[in-house]
């Protein structure tokens, strides 16, 4: 197991003795896709900006690379971030006017490379348009290509989807996706819950600064489901065998996970040898939304919420890493979604 890209043990921030983040441990490893989710003031933006080392934590560690940023901000050279909504740049200069200036931040990066990342947004035919011009979506998926600009070995960005069309989502996704392959650690917030299950591999669902639940989705992804007659006799006949790693009951279900793709095709055969009739066999598809809101529920304290990512001293600067650090204005007209339509 490779040492964590990203590592935070009992982080806590407050401002003015009122805690926004509480006790907070996680971590990302490389190759892996974490999303931090929750509700408007659960603390999302401010994790953000205390992992990439815009905030310092009031107690608790944070660690990039075996390393404190604040102790060692040349390790925010390796680190490609845009915590900021929509992502800030010079609107009277072009896209790639924008992505030179920050590959010079950055120490240098070659034409090549801005090309590249403009061509794998695509933002190829708009690099020499003025980003003063560009929609919202467009400048969203810049932010994303200077992020990328260095190849960095840790990604971290608030909200990179916000304002994008379908299509511009998907995309994003997709070189997330890409970039965790090529064992980058992905660190993101989003309130896109259906297509988190698509892309991340694990989740951290926050409420009121505390992290209540971490989904691994590639551990969800591996369930399947049969809907059968009698499900404590089916979970009798698949908890004994070997190619079944655990058994559970929901409702007329019963789901499971299995050692390997392959033992799926054993059992039908299992199921109906132990005198039980089989309805359905299919995979047990996660409802991440579902789980989401049963989870927040849960944990919902009384009294009035107040958004407390949007609180504290404006403490963007300019990174040493690979692109410039900034942190997040809000955005008032914009909530997000309800965890279930």
């Given at each position: 197991?490779?040492?964590?890209?990203?590592?935070?043990?009992?982080?806590?921030?407050?401002?003015?003795?009122?805690?926004?983040?509480?006790?907070?441990?996680?971590?990302?490893?490389p190759g892996q896709v974490y999303a931090l989710v929750g509700p408007n003031g659960a603390g999302k933006t401010t994790v953000i900006r205390l992992v990439a080392g815009l905030a310092f934590p009031t107690s608790g560690t944070v660690r990039m690379l075996g390393s404190d940023p604040h102790e060692h901000p040349a390790i925010r050279r390796k680190l490609g971030a845009v915590v900021e909504a929509p992502a800030a740049f010079y609107p009277y200069l072009s896209g790639r006017a924008n992505l030179r200036l920050h590959g010079r931040l950055a120490g240098g990066v070659p034409e090549e490379r801005i090309s590249e990342v403009l061509v794998q947004m695509e933002l190829g035919q708009a690099a020499e348009r003025k980003v003063g011009i560009y929609s919202l979506g467009m400048r969203q998926r810049l932010?994303?290509?200077?992020?990328?600009?260095?190849?960095?070995?840790?990604l971290i960005l608030d909200e990179p989807a916000s304002g994008m069309d379908p299509l511009s989502l998907h995309l994003v996704h997709g070189v997330l996706r890409d970039a965790a392959?090529?064992?980058?650690?992905?660190?993101?917030?989003?309130h896109h819950l259906d297509e988190v299950v698509a892309y991340c591999s694990h989740v951290g669902i926050l409420e009121e600064g505390v992290l209540i639940d971490q989904v691994d989705l590639g551990e969800r992804r591996a369930r399947y489901r049969a809907t059968v007659s009698d499900v404590h006799e089916a979970?009798?006949?698949?908890?004994?065998?070997?190619?079944?790693?655990?058994?559970s009951v929901r409702g007329r279900d019963v789901v499971f996970t299995l050692e390997g793709e392959a033992a799926i095709e054993r059992v039908a055969a299992t199921i109906v040898g132990a005198g039980v009739s089989l309805s359905s066999l299919g995979s047990d598809v996660f409802d991440l939304r579902s789980y989401y809101r049963e989870r927040v529920e849960s944990q919902r304290g009384r009294g009035q919420r107040v958004d407390v990512d949007d609180e504290g001293a404006r403490l963007g600067r300019d990174g040493v890493g690979a692109t410039r650090v900034v942190e997040r204005r809000p955005a008032p007209a914009v909530t997000e979604e309800e965890p279930r339509s």
């Open positions: 197991m490779p040492a964590p890209a990203i590592e935070t043990t009992s982080l806590t921030k407050r401002y003015g003795g009122r805690p926004v983040v509480q006790d907070l441990t996680f971590s990302v490893e932010g994303v290509a200077a992020a990328l600009l260095t190849r960095p070995e840790v392959r090529a064992g980058t650690a992905v660190l993101l917030s989003t979970r009798l006949a698949l908890q004994v065998q070997p190619w079944v790693r655990e058994v």
